[in-house]
């Protein structure tokens, strides 16, 4: 089994900066794709950010020159780093992580104050 959990949520006001982190445990061999998803209130999933195995990124266009995905193979994490984030980007921020299946954490809620 594979678990997957987030830390680094919280508040953090609009222009400033927070950083997400994500640590997958469990017996697997080999973490392919892992990213980063968010869900605002009543609204869907979205990509945030994606890396795959390669170190090869894919953001949203909505955040791209803001926030910064990257990945530790050796230690199986993902973080976000999160610049000027803004008030409509408060939701709850999921990692993802791809070995045979898609893995999900339980989600870290972000709120943004103006």
């Known amino acids: 089994q594979v678990q997957l959990v987030e830390s680094g949520g919280g508040t953090v006001q609009s222009g400033r900066s927070l950083r997400l982190s994500c640590a997958a445990s469990?017996?697997?061999?080999?973490?392919?794709?892992m990213g980063w998803y968010r869900q605002p209130p009543g609204k869907q999933r979205e990509l945030v950010a994606f890396?795959?195995?390669?170190?090869?990124?894919t953001y949203a266009d909505s955040v791209k020159g803001r926030f910064t995905i990257s990945r530790d193979n050796a230690k199986n994490t993902v973080s976000l780093q999160m610049n000027s984030p803004k008030p409509d980007e408060a939701a709850v921020y999921y990692c993802?992580?791809?070995?045979?299946?898609?893995?999900w954490g339980q989600g870290t809620q972000v709120t943004v104050s103006s």
């Open positions: 890396v795959n195995s390669g170190g090869l990124t």
């Open positions: 469990g017996t697997f061999f080999r973490i392919n794709g």
């Open positions: 993802q992580a791809t070995i045979q299946t898609v893995y």
